[in-house]
């Protein structure tokens, strides 16, 4: 067998981590994202339009309250003969007698011949009114305006010219309520709201993602039986599915099982052409080696190549009828340990090593495949090595773009490759070294099985001083 050195070396892939890979892609994720900005513009939609309508209703109340203070403080003052107003209000609320608690009402003349003033126990100095040009009073003589209170609060006044007796002698009512108050009761219900509506929104969105994640449980079961199918564990899609996925899970059954016909015929037909090649080149094998003398030699070396050449391409047919198939599976360990028994009795003269992993790997492909890829390695570097050969079996873990990935290295203390041959090397039936037997074919085959299988294949130096082989497959996680 020829030696083969790979000119290139092993490149990693790049590829982005895989939940980042597929989560834009998720059907869940979208389906909860498009949900969860919807609940959000929908709560506040509805605390705006809430809020909205409590200061509207909080703001008629508060001057309907006023509106209805004034009329009583009205009602409640009268005017002497000599023009001096009378009366004691009592407007029915505690804060008209708390000093400057922003609730205050005052009675002062508006027309001649009225003297005297008014003022509630709370009010401890002049609230002054704008200008009649400033804030005109309505067709009612009402007026309504904001201003400053006595500690800074922010007052709503009411304010009414009312005649008192037939003389036309007329007063100035003004009751002031504390705005402040309405502001803040306002703040405190947007606050308690906002609370409660966060508290039901997080609430609804964990119910609806719940719920998202039961209803699309199905299309999980379906991913788990297409895994199971592909790991060869299981023949089809088995299970009661929804009345939406039961259509695709059984074109997928149908998909699965049409594969399975088209690579059983692949196989019928391979194996069709093997027993049809087989008899003509071995008649013609035997009858050149009967014959004898130069021509027959000549024509028994030609039919043996066009045996190993015939073997070689039904072999790469046969990988690539069943490449893509999903029903192949191959423990990893148990095979390389009984090729390696196999080869150390056979050269006992050669030191063989082998280390293993601590867990199961399990090859995508069929077994034959990967006795042929073995075989021919391990045959290759137990007749170049002088000594000692290693054989080690890794999966590829760590890394975003080894992710299902094995690697099986051998090691021979041989004499390596010249760099000035690789190139030789690597040309089909080419042999460097024509005093070892071989048809310069068994490192070909191996790279058409790693090939077809979309793995890798270097050849480097060896940290034992002559070759090393590394092979990358994939494997099924």
């Known amino acids: 067998m020829s030696r083969r050195r790979n000119s290139e070396p092993l490149k990693p892939l790049a590829r982005?981590?895989?939940s980042l890979r597929l989560w834009p892609r998720s059907l869940t994720f979208r389906v909860i994202a498009f949900s969860t900005v919807w609940a959000i513009l929908t709560l506040v939609v509805i605390f705006t339009l809430i809020t909205t309508l409590y200061r509207q209703a909080s703001e008629r109340g508060f001057d309907s309250l006023l509106s209805a203070h004034l009329f009583n403080l009205i009602g409640s003052v009268g005017i002497s003969d000599s023009g001096a107003l009378t009366g004691a209000p009592d407007l029915g609320d505690l804060r008209f007698s708390e000093p400057n608690s922003g609730w205050y009402w005052s009675v002062e003349p508006a027309s001649e011949g009225v003297h005297g003033d008014l003022h509630s126990s709370s009010m401890t100095r002049t609230i002054p009114s704008p200008s009649v040009a400033?804030?005109?009073?309505?067709?009612?003589?009402?007026?309504?305006?904001?201003?400053?209170?006595?500690d800074g609060e922010r007052l709503e006044v009411f304010e009414s010219e009312f005649v008192l007796d037939a003389k036309n002698r007329a007063a100035r009512f003004r009751v002031m309520g504390n705005q402040s108050e309405l502001e803040q009761e306002i703040s405190t219900f947007q606050r308690r709201l906002l609370t409660y509506l966060s508290l039901f929104g997080v609430g609804m969105i964990a119910i609806n993602a719940i719920a998202i994640l039961l209803g699309l449980q199905p299309l999980r079961r379906v991913r788990n039986a297409l895994a199971m199918v592909r790991?060869?564990?299981a023949q089809k899609l088995d299970g009661r599915f929804p009345a939406e996925i039961e259509p695709l899970a059984n074109e997928t059954n149908a998909l699965i099982e049409n594969n399975r016909r088209i690579v059983e015929r692949s196989r019928t037909q391979v194996g069709n052409l093997?027993?049809?090649?087989?008899?003509?080149?071995a008649v013609l094998l035997n009858e050149g080696r009967a014959l004898g003398g130069a021509k027959g030699q000549l024509i028994a070396e030609q039919a043996a190549s066009m045996q190993k050449q015939v073997e070689h391409y039904l072999q790469r047919a046969r990988v690539a009828a069943q490449r893509d198939s999903v029903v192949y599976r191959t423990?990893?360990?148990p095979l390389v340990q009984r090729m390696v028994r196999v080869l150390?009795?056979?050269?006992p003269q050669t030191s063989l090593s082998l280390t293993l992993p601590a867990t199961e790997i399990v090859f995508a492909g069929e077994r034959e495949d990967l006795e042929e890829l073995l075989g021919n390695l391990l045959e290759n570097a137990m007749k170049w090595a002088r000594s000692a050969v290693s054989v080690s079996v890794a999966p590829l873990t760590g890394k975003d773009d080894a992710a299902g990935l094995f690697e099986i290295d051998i090691e021979d203390d041989g004499p390596g490759i010249p760099d000035d041959k690789a190139r030789e090397a690597l040309k089909r039936g080419r042999r460097l070294d024509e005093t070892k037997p071989g048809t310069g074919l068994g490192l070909a085959i191996v790279a058409d099985l790693v090939n077809e299988y979309g793995g890798i294949l270097a050849l480097e130096r060896s940290g034992m001083g002559g070759l090393k082989a590394v092979v990358r497959l994939r494997s099924l996680q």
Do not use: C, D, M
């Open 16 to 18: 982005t981590p895989l």
């Open 134 to 150: 400033e804030v005109p009073f309505n067709s009612s003589f009402q007026r309504s305006y904001a201003t400053e209170g006595i």
């Open 231 to 233: 790991e060869g564990t």
């Open 344 to 347: 150390q009795k056979l050269n």
């Open 274 to 281: 093997a027993h049809s090649l087989k008899t003509p080149l």
């Open 331 to 333: 423990p990893v360990t």
